[in-house]
């Protein structure tokens, strides 16, 4: 019996319930109340659904107060370079052991989809308390957010354990297999449907998602099985319908730092308030500069793109942490890092005026992770890849993005395959979307070797597309569960 208690509780802590197999709250921000009296008055789902955000609160999906912030996911694709952080996965080697991101993608993503899953199965309890309308909106937003966290599972590790209710002793997931990738994704989609017509057609405001929020993850579901046709239809009546409430915001660098609020761009973020709620972006990115970019992100704008600028420091530009020279150059520099041995540091998401950041300096800039920029450049390739490339309307939708106020780069008269991917690349620079397009693209096997990492001019070593299962997961399920290759 002992033997099997140890086995429920370990596997369930891949769920997010790491100390009670009986009680789910335990581990919840509801931690002083127990099931017995909760669930009970329209405050208590608020507080239950408050819970299933909070699982976007951490390292690997938004950021901490002392800690690295997810931005720094960028070094796993050919646009960033690490010192100290990911390092393992840089150098190449990287094995069921190896930890950090490879571990904590695999927990967070299954805490957040416990906290779902916790809501889901209790929602009922209130349900008369609502209209249907409401009660839908709530358990819309709830299956959004598991949806969300399964795809990072799916990109991540494939074949993954497909819960869909609280874990409980008893319940046999000792034993549980690992689910069929088919099988998660046609779940994922069924909850983003049930999203996409419950969540309100509304601009993204409070940090709840909204029906766009839905659109843009099946969109990227749908993707990443080169669903194009699906992807085209659906992004292209979301955007053209004319009851679509984004638009390109009229100030590129806003988005990420100092125009967020009710920002028209933005589609779904991970929301911060300081003094009481922060992070240390600006310390991690800003000063100490764990995460910089590479020679080849830089390789990639054409000339004249002002992109670069609100992207990126470079050598001579104005940086508020050299108090000699006034530049970003190492004569004089007073932030907690060394210049980065490409000459660049990310300037995107930065405060530009604070000054060698620290703990104490509050950052709460939204982590933003969907916006109306990436659903067009989605609609344009997918309306290219399903052989409608010729479409003015898809067309439009990319030149849409490159002449949006405070960029204006000259309009591409036609679309090609690398016009689009490149596109993408430059826009979306630094916002974790790179990797998942090499995934997705399979092409990352041909130029993550391409990005030189350290000065002494070491290449960048690719593992594969998928990352092995947690060494600890796997201890957990002996022979129930067979390892990823290469690592099985």
């Given at each position: ?16 319930c ?9 581990k ?10 909760f669930?009970?008055t329209?405050?208590d789902?608020?507080?239950?659904l ?17 800690g690295?912030p ?21 150098q ?8 950090g991101?490879?571990t ?24 008369d ?22 795809n990072?599972?799916v ?13 409980t ?6 034993s549980?297999?690992?689910?069929p ?11 983003v ?6 969540l ?5 405001t ?11 993850l099946?969109?990227r ?13 659906l ?9 679509c ?5 009229d ?35 800003g ?16 000339e004249?793109?002002p ?6 420091y ?31 540091a ?12 620290s ?10 992770k969907m916006r109306?920029?990436?659903?067009l ?10 052989g ?6 898809a ?5 849409d ?9 000259p309009?591409?008269?036609a ?42 001019g ?7 597309n ?15 569960w ?7």
């Amino acid at each position: 019996m002992k033997k099997h208690i140890f086995l429920c509780a370990s596997l369930i802590a891949l769920a997010g319930c790491m100390v009670s197999c009986e009680d789910f709250l335990e581990k919840q921000p509801l931690d002083s109340v127990s099931t017995s009296n909760f669930w009970q008055t329209k405050k208590d789902a608020d507080k239950a659904l408050t819970a299933v955000y909070s699982s976007f609160r951490n390292g690997t999906f938004s950021a901490v107060p002392a800690g690295g912030p997810c931005t720094e996911q960028e070094v796993l694709s050919d646009n960033a370079v690490s010192r100290g952080a990911h390092s393992a996965i840089q150098q190449g080697g990287i094995n069921a052991s190896t930890g950090g991101l490879l571990t904590d993608m695999w927990t967070n993503s299954y805490k957040g989809i416990a906290a779902a899953n916790y809501y889901l199965d209790n929602c009922d309890k209130v349900r008369d308390l609502y209209t249907e309308e409401e009660f839908n909106k709530m358990k819309a937003e709830a299956l959004f957010v598991r949806a969300f966290f399964y795809n990072e599972l799916v990109v991540h590790y494939g074949d993954v354990p497909l819960m869909l209710h609280m874990a409980t002793v008893g319940d046999g997931f000792e034993s549980m297999p690992r689910t069929p990738r088919a099988e998660v994704v046609a779940q994922m989609l069924e909850d983003v449907d049930f999203a996409i017509q419950w969540l309100p057609n509304i601009a993204y405001t409070d940090g709840h998602a909204v029906q766009g929020s839905a659109i843009v993850l099946k969109c990227r579901i749908l993707l990443n099985d080169s669903k194009y046709s699906e992807v085209a239809t659906l992004a292209g009546n979301y955007i053209h319908s004319g009851n679509c409430p984004f638009s390109l915001a009229d100030d590129y660098a806003g988005i990420f730092f100092g125009k967020q609020i009710n920002n028209p761009e933005i589609m779904f973020s991970i929301q911060f308030t300081a003094p009481d709620d922060f992070h240390a972006l600006d310390q991690m990115v800003g000063s100490r500069m764990t995460v910089f970019p590479s020679y080849n992100l830089r390789a990639a704008y054409e000339e004249g793109d002002p992109r670069i600028k609100m992207t990126m420091y470079e050598t001579g530009d104005s940086w508020v942490n050299n108090d000699k020279t006034g530049k970003f150059e190492e004569d004089g520099n007073r932030a907690e890092g060394t210049i980065p041995f490409t000459g660049m540091a990310f300037k995107k998401y930065v405060d530009p005026n604070a000054f060698r950041a620290s703990a104490s300096t509050l950052s709460d800039q939204h982590i933003v992770k969907m916006r109306f920029a990436d659903l067009l450049l989605m609609y344009a390739e997918a309306m290219f890849e399903s052989g409608r490339g010729d479409d003015p309307l898809a067309l439009k939708a990319l030149n849409d993005v490159r002449q949006r106020p405070g960029v204006e780069m000259p309009a591409k008269t036609a679309l090609t395959r690398e016009i689009i991917r490149n596109e993408r690349r430059v826009e979306l620079a630094y916002e974790g979307i790179r990797y998942y397009d090499l995934i997705r693209w399979d092409i990352a096997k041909d130029v993550i070797p391409t990005v030189q990492y350290d000065v002494s001019g070491r290449m960048r070593v690719f593992d594969g597309n998928l990352w092995p299962i947690p060494q600890s997961q796997m201890d957990i399920m002996g022979d129930i569960w067979t390892q990823n290759a290469p690592w099985n």
